[in-house]
Each structure stands twice: as structure tokens, then as C-alpha cells.
């Protein structure tokens, strides 16, 4: 229908992820974040009740489910922005609970938010630089020495540049990121998270806000970063998106997983159906408000 | 035909923006007329909230005008619209959570509030899950369940003219389809409705009309179907993840 | 009308070392406020502290005069590390309420009468500079010329603040074009956007309230060094008359805050000449010359009121990164 793009070329999808059936909870092959009995409270309210969650290493997981199920809050505890009332939990085999964010944020697992948080106060450069690990002008005592870290400088920056190009930023990169467009800013924050060479990248809805033309080059940067070697988690509404780029889905609802699969069987799932996709996922309105007679005749 | 129709509003070449010379809007045109469900789709950065805005009298306009019913309204206040018979839906923060859902609605006919009970009998026959849960606080819905608080609230003056900023933004896939089968409801209703979305596809496929706003401007125009199906519409705003 | 005595006065402000220590207090709050954006309204109890540190030291432990000011750095940066590990986990507005408190505590506690002997309570303390004079490398004699006549003391007093002063700009001006500093920017803004990206942002915000705090505390060493300490000098009054000259600077800059104390105390002092001579000459209607001294701080804080509304960025300041402004 359209010009061929490359994103038509339907992505090589990775399987073999689980041991055993699907099912919520489900062994994975290779777990590079295991979550046990993970839960928290608001006031009487369940956010989150997880009784087993095992991410894959090196495939793209979306985490999916009704607003309200908990998905950022899950993302909050396991990237160490909130507390959990119980639970354990290991990335790489190193236990995370009780690590403040900012370790987590060290020790390779990095996130995003559902809110940008660009530094709009900063240029796109000096948001990059921000990003990078172990400058050491970033200490107090050695940051007034100059010829200390001049050279770690100019690294960190020639880094900068190359991502801020393969994001093509490249030429706002002395504009202050305030005055950047909502999905510039998105691609911004996911630049800048690449610059601690992160093992994991957790997404929380990248794609919001993003208008659908922008989104095929925002999906292709994250199919790079699985080429590249790293594992991605991310949150999503959009349901085209999941089943174009991700290997395996989680779905929760109620603080609950209810659901895990690769992404056709998932969909299928009657309870998913029902909580969150809705029975007129692939029909057209058009036809279900009665505006239109028939699919194909126009009005 | 649809053509002899009454205007109901009409924007005319409107020049608008919020910080000192810099113009979200660039001489953008915009008909409705009377019954028709209108859509305004475009890429972030093109003015389609804006365009609401200016019309409810929210956003500073710089040059052309606002007519509604034949009558210029550029610049009057929104109370002074209400009045006139125009509710709005605003995407964020449109309920007040710590009032009940039956505050929620009073709230809507503040101006009139002896037409309380006809505007309730409306809002609870086109949404019956309202009428069961009129004492439950507001801030305890969800956000499919708000977004239903706020399009009642703005329909209980039985308003002529329905403007909703992006009613879909921030739901799951099913509430996302509740809320546009609502909207087509609302329209059915006779209310004429226009419509900002990011979620193009949905939006083209129950509306009437559509407009296409790119960097301020009217950029493409034309029937719901002929804009979904238009190459070049697919092309630059509705990606053809789409199908 | 005197106008010479006014005008005299007024050029005075511009090299006194009251003004100097002035400036040291606004570079301190200008890195609380200005780069991390902490409200901090008890700058006033960082200058005590600097200044009763050194006294106390010298008159109490004997102290010679570097160790004094070394002590006068201890002691802000306790103070600094006291206050902040309870409040810079809160919110922008509580920590506000809680620097008052401070401040007034740390001012209560001095002029309390239970360690008369070492502070000196309401006398406040006297006679502490004779170390510091004694390495006054100037001879006897005037120095100076027109309205800026020093004796020796005063001179040595005079260079030794300026030069501490361009120290310390220099050292702070560093630190904040540094990566340091551009950590201290991002928290500003945003402070879960900064631990995402790993940085401990507890650390840097405590960092920046004792660098500032030293900074203060020296201001408050420089400010008792020609005369004499009193817990009254210490009052909120104080914080505020620095916030003033932060804010009319330009916060978020090093040179900022040292233009906006010249210029608040140059026009303090005209003030200060001008109100009373105008109320004695009769122009003030039946205002006294003491009710017409007081006015300037009626105006000072129409002043303050005046730059938030219509220039909070300050004469040097951009716009661009005001943290306090609603759009």
C-alpha cells in the first residue's frame, strides 16, 4: 500500500525464551531480572502483587495492561524509585532490594520516564554528558582541577556526538532541550540513556505523546539497542507497536501478571481480551457506530 | 446535501500563541457544521490544542477570528461561551477528584443550576454507568472512568457544540475504543462535535470531516474515509503501522 | 542638605568590608538558591556561626588567627551537614521553614546567658583581631584617599577580605562550570531524572550546602572582624537583606550576587544619609530623622517585591534559567 519501508521487513522476532508452558510467572531460558513476591500497597489499595517475574536476557519484553495495573509502579520498585512493602529481587544475580536509584542506575539498569524528563535547562550536549559514568569532574574536589578530567571530557563527548547523530539530533546539540518538540525530547532521554552502556533499558510508554510517523524511527532505535546486545523492557498502550517489536509480553491488570506469551498467543488470551485490548481491537469503527455501511464503500 | 447545512463554527485565518512572538497558529481555517462530528489530527508541535484553545477563548489570538452561529467570538471568555451553549473537555484535569461524580455533574450547571435535572437525565441515558455511581469520589476512577466524568460534566447544559482535547490520550486499547464509541454516541445525540487526536486512525474512522493541522496551518482537508485512505495522509501522520 | 557627607558616606559602601563579607554571604545562598536551588532562609545562621567559630576560637582556645578561620570553616560546614541530613529530603517550602528555625536557634543559643563567658551573650564579644592585626603587613599611617581614608588596620582588614572574596569567586566559578556543576544544574531541574542516570543526588545537594555554607561562614567571620559580634547583628532582618542582594544580582551567576551586595549597600548608605537629612531639612512632613532612617528598609523590601514581579532573573541573571518562575 505504502513505499516500502525498512521497517516492513517484519523484525527477526527471538524465541525459545521460556522453559515449560506459557504462563504467568513463567521460567525464562536466560533471566537477567528475577522478581519474587514483589508487593505494595496505597493506603487499601493493591498496586502491585507479583508473585514470580523472570525478564529474558538480550530480548525485548513489552509490559502491557489496563491503567491502573500497576506497570509503572513495578517499574518504580524494581528501578529503585519506591519502596516495596515485601519482595526480593536480583538483576544479574545481584540482589536489588533496597538499592537506591541511583546504584540501580550504575549498575547498568537504566530507565525512562512516562513524563520526560529531558533537562530542558540544559543543552542537548550537556543533557548527554550528564548521562556518561565515572567522570571524574563530576567529584567536588577534583572538579576544580580542570586538567584532571579535560580529557575524560572530550571522550565522553566524542560519544556524544556519535549517538546524538544515530538519533539524528547531531545539529540541536547546543539548543536548550526546552526547545526541543515532544518526540524529540522522547529520543533525547533514550540517547542519554544509552550513554552509561547500560545491559538493560526499561522504556515507560516511550511511545506516548509521539506522533505515529515519528514512531517507526523511535521503534527502529529500539531494535538496535536488542541488535547491540542489550534488553529492553518497556510499557506500551499501543498494541501495533508491541506486535511489530516485541519478543515476549507480560500482561498485568489489578497489580496482577495475568498473562505471559509471545505476542500473538497473548492477544488471544480471552482474559486479555477482556481486561484490556477489547473485542473491537481489529475492526473498524467506522462499521461498529453504523457510520459507515460496509468496509469497503465510501460515503 | 451536507453543503446547505448551517455553519456553526467557523475559524477564519486564525494567527494564535502563548509566549510573545512565537505563533502556534498560522492562519488556520476550520468549518463545523451543524451535526457533524469533526476530527483534527497532526504531528506534536502543530497547533491542534491550541486551535481548541482559542476557540473556548483560552489562548491569545493574534489575528482572524472566531465566529460562532455567525457571531464573533474571539477572545470572550469561557464562561461567556458556556453560556452560548459550547462545552469543553480539557485532556488533563478535567474532574475535580475530591467531589463526588453527582458533584462532579452539579458542578457542570453552575451557570444554570435549575437545569440540573434534565442535564443529569441526558448524561446518565448516554452513560448508565454514571447514573449507578453518583456518590463515588472522583478521585478514586480510573482514567477511562474520568475522561466519562468529564465529557458528562461539559454535556449537562445540553450544550450545541462539544469541543474534547485528545479523549483517547492516556487510555488502554478497549477504553480507548469506549471512549470514541461515546463521542459517536454524544454526536448521534446532535451535538456537533469537534474532536482533537493523536490517535489518527480511530478518529478518522467515526468522524464526518477531518482536518490535518501541520506547523499551524490547515495543511490537508477532506472526508473521515478519504483521509484514511489518502496515501500521502498515511505517509507523514499515520504511519503505516496502522493496518 | 549635606550633600557632601551623603555622597561620602555613599562611596564609602562601595569599599568597606562589611559590604565584602556581604558578598560572601550572597555567593554562599547564591550556590544554595541559585545552582540547587534549595530555599534556604537561614543564611543569617551560617554567617553566626562563621563568626562566633572564629571568635570563640581565638578568645576561648586561643587560637591564632589561620587556625581561627580554618575553625570558622569547620564550624559552617558542621552546621551545613547538622541541618541538612534531616531536611533536604523535604519538600522546597519545609525547607524554608525549618533554615528560619535554624537560624533563630542557632542566634537564641548565643545570646542565651548560660555560657556567658564563651559568647558573651547580649554584650556579644570583643577584642579578637589582635592576632589577625599583628600580621598586618601595612605600616602605620593612612591609606586611601577622598572618602576611602583606611587607618592601617582597617586597610589590612579591607585587602585581606577582597582577597578572600576573589578566592572564593574564583574557586565557586570553577567548581560550576565544572561536570560537578553540571550535575548541581540537573537537580535543580529535576532530581529523579539526575538518580536515573546514576548520580547520588543526596551527596551533591549535602556537597553544595556545605560549599556554600563555608563560603557564608567566612562572610560572617569578615563581617564581625573590624568591630566587634552580637547576636543581634544575626537576626532573620539579615537573611533577608542578603536574599534581596542575591536576587537583584542575578541568582543563578557567580558575579551576580557580588554586584547586587555592592549595590545594596551603596544604596543602603545613601539611604541612610539621605532619609534623615531630608526629614531634618523638613521634606519628609513630620517624620524624625530616626523614623526617616528606618524607611529605607520599608523601601528595601518594596525592592525585593519589585525584582521577583518584574526582573527575577537580576541585572546579570538569564531569564531563561529562573527555577521560581511560573510561566
Not at chain 1, 200 to 220: I, K, R, W, Y
Not at chain 2, 94 to 110: D, K
Request: proline share 4%; glycine share 10%; with cysteine.
Amino acid at each position: 500500500m505504502s513505499a516500502s519501508k525498512p521497517l516492513k521487513k517484519a523484525p527477526q522476532k527471538t524465541t525459545g525464551l521460556h522453559v515449560g508452558d506459557a504462563a504467568p510467572g513463567v521460567k525464562k531460558v536466560d533471566p537477567i531480572l528475577v522478581a519474587d513476591h514483589v508487593s505494595r500497597k496505597f493506603g487499601g489499595l493493591v498496586a502491585v502483587d507479583v508473585e514470580h517475574l523472570e525478564i529474558p536476557r538480550g530480548a525485548i519484553t513489552a509490559l502491557i495492561g489496563p491503567n491502573g495495573a500497576g506497570k509503572t509502579t513495578l517499574f518504580n520498585l524494581l528501578t529503585g524509585f519506591d519502596k516495596p512493602d515485601s519482595g526480593t529481587w536480583s538483576f544479574s544475580g545481584e540482589n536489588l532490594a533496597g538499592v537506591p536509584a541511583h546504584k540501580v542506575a550504575s549498575m547498568g539498569q537504566v530507565r525512562t520516564f512516562q513524563l520526560t524528563k529531558a533537562l530542558g535547562l540544559l543543552t542537548v550536549l550537556e543533557n548527554m554528558k550528564l548521562g556518561a559514568k565515572d567522570q571524574t569532574g563530576e567529584s567536588l574536589f577534583q572538579s576544580i582541577f580542570p586538567f584532571l578530567w579535560r580529557k575524560q571530557e572530550a571522550e565522553i563527548e566524542e560519544k556524544a556526538l556519535e549517538i546524538l547523530e544515530r538519533f539524528k539530533l547531531l545539529k540541536l546539540k547546543d539548543d536548550f532541550a526546552a526547545s526541543l518538540s515532544g518526540g524529540q525530547r522522547k529520543l533525547l532521554e533514550m540517547a542519554r540513556a544509552l550513554m552509561s552502556n547500560p545491559t538493560l533499558v526499561m522504556l515507560d510508554e516511550p511511545m506516548a505523546g509521539v506522533n505515529p510517523a515519528l514512531t517507526e524511527s523511535l521503534l527502529e532505535h529500539i531494535l538496535d539497542l536488542k541488535t547491540q546486545g542489550m534488553t529492553v523492557l518497556f510499557v506500551e498502550h499501543d498494541m501495533h507497536m508491541v506486535r511489530h517489536i516485541a519478543d515476549w509480553v507480560v500482561v498485568m491488570a489489578e497489580g496482577r501478571i495475568i498473562a505471559e506469551g509471545p505476542p500473538e498467543a497473548v492477544m488471544k488470551d480471552e482474559a486479555v481480551v477482556d481486561a484490556y485490548l477489547g473485542s473491537h481491537q481489529d475492526v473498524d469503527l467506522g462499521v461498529v457506530t453504523g457510520r459507515i455501511t460496509l468496509p469497503k464503500e465510501k460515503k | 446535501m451536507a453543503d446547505e447545512k448551517n455553519v456553526v463554527v467557523n475559524v477564519d485565518n486564525l494567527v494564535a500563541g502563548y509566549l510573545p512572538g512565537v505563533n502556534i497558529l498560522n492562519g488556520c481555517n476550520l468549518i463545523a457544521r451543524e451535526g457533524e462530528l469533526i476530527g483534527i489530527i497532526g504531528p506534536n508541535g502543530a497547533g491542534k490544542s491550541t486551535l481548541l484553545k482559542a476557540i473556548f477563548g483560552q489562548s491569545k489570538v493574534r489575528e482572524g477570528a472566531v465566529y460562532l452561529n455567525g457571531e464573533n467570538i474571539t477572545g470572550l471568555k469561557a464562561d461567556k461561551l458556556v453560556e452560548r451553549g459550547v462545552g469543553y473537555v480539557p485532556q488533563n484535569n478535567n474532574v475535580f477528584p475530591s467531589l463526588t461524580i453527582e458533584e462532579n455533574l452539579q458542578m457542570g450547571v453552575y451557570q444554570k443550576p435549575d437545569k440540573y435535572d434534565e442535564g443529569l437525565e441526558l448524561v446518565t441515558s448516554l452513560f448508565s454507568e454514571l447514573g449507578a455511581r453518583l456518590k463515588q469520589r472522583a478521585g478514586s476512577l480510573s482514567g477511562g472512568e474520568r475522561q466519562m466524568v468529564a465529557m458528562g460534566r461539559a454535556l449537562m447544559m445540553n450544550p450545541s457544540v462539544l469541543l474534547l482535547d485528545e479523549p483517547s490520550a492516556g487510555l488502554s486499547p478497549v477504553r480507548q475504543d469506549e471512549a470514541f464509541l461515546r463521542v459517536s454516541d454524544i454526536n448521534k445525540a446532535g451535538v456537533t462535535t469537534i474532536m482533537v487526536e493523536q490517535n489518527a486512525r480511530r478518529c478518522l474512522q467515526i468522524c464526518d470531516r477531518g482536518y490535518v493541522l501541520d506547523q499551524g496551518k490547515d495543511a490537508v482537508t477532506g472526508s473521515g474515509r478519504d483521509l484514511l485512505n489518502d496515501p500521502k495522509v498515511i505517509e507523514l501522520y499515520l504511519g503505516s503501522l496502522g493496518a | 542638605m549635606d550633600f557632601v557627607s551623603i555622597l561620602n558616606n555613599t562611596a564609602q559602601a562601595l569599599f568597606s568590608p562589611v559590604t565584602i563579607a556581604f558578598a560572601m554571604a550572597a555567593l554562599g545562598l547564591a550556590i544554595h538558591f541559585g545552582f540547587v536551588g534549595l530555599l534556604n532562609f537561614g543564611i543569617a545562621g551560617f554567617m553566626a556561626v562563621g563568626a562566633y567559630g572564629y571568635a570563640i576560637s581565638t578568645l576561648t582556645f586561643g587560637f591564632p588567627w589561620w587556625a581561627a578561620f580554618l575553625a570558622a570553616m569547620a564550624a559552617s560546614a558542621v552546621f551545613a551537614v547538622i541541618l541538612g541530613i534531616p531536611t533536604l529530603q523535604l519538600r522546597g517550602d519545609y525547607l524554608a521553614i525549618v533554615t528560619i528555625a535554624a537560624a533563630e536557634i542557632v542566634r537564641l543559643l548565643l545570646l542565651s546567658t548560660t555560657w556567658i563567658e564563651t559568647t558573651g551573650s547580649a554584650d556579644g564579644l570583643v577584642a579578637y583581631a589582635n592576632d589577625f592585626r599583628s600580621i598586618n603587613p601595612f605600616p602605620d599611617g593612612v591609606y586611601g584617599f577622598g572618602p576611602w581614608t583606611y587607618t592601617a588596620n582597617q586597610f589590612w582588614v579591607l585587602i585581606f577580605a577582597l582577597i578572600i572574596l576573589a578566592v572564593s569567586a574564583f574557586l565557586l566559578w570553577r567548581l560550576v562550570k565544572s561536570p560537578w556543576g553540571r550535575v548541581i544544574k540537573g537537580i535543580r531541574e529535576d532530581e529523579d531524572a539526575v538518580r536515573a542516570l546514576g548520580k547520588n543526588v543526596f551527596a551533591y545537594k549535602m556537597q553544595a550546602l556545605i560549599v556554600g555554607g563555608i563560603v557564608a561562614g567566612l562572610g560572617g567571620a569578615l563581617y564581625v572582624m573590624p568591630s566587634s559580634a552580637n547576636p543581634m547583628l544575626f537576626a532573620t532582618s539579615l537573611t533577608f537583606f542578603v536574599w534581596t542582594a542575591l536576587l537583584l544580582g542575578g541568582a543563578a551567576t557567580v558575579f551576580g550576587p557580588l554586584l547586587g551586595a555592592v549595590i545594596f549597600w551603596v544604596l543602603q548608605a545613601f539611604l541612610g544619609s539621605l532619609l534623615p537629612a531630608m526629614a531634618q531639612a523638613g521634606l519628609l512632613g513630620a517624620l524624625s530623622s530616626a523614623q526617616a532612617g528606618a524607611l529605607r528598609f520599608v523601601l528595601v523590601g518594596i525592592l525585593l517585591v519589585v525584582i521577583v514581579i518584574v526582573r527575577p532573573q537580576g541585572i546579570v541573571g538569564d531569564k531563561r534559567e529562573l527555577t521560581f518562575v511560573r510561566k
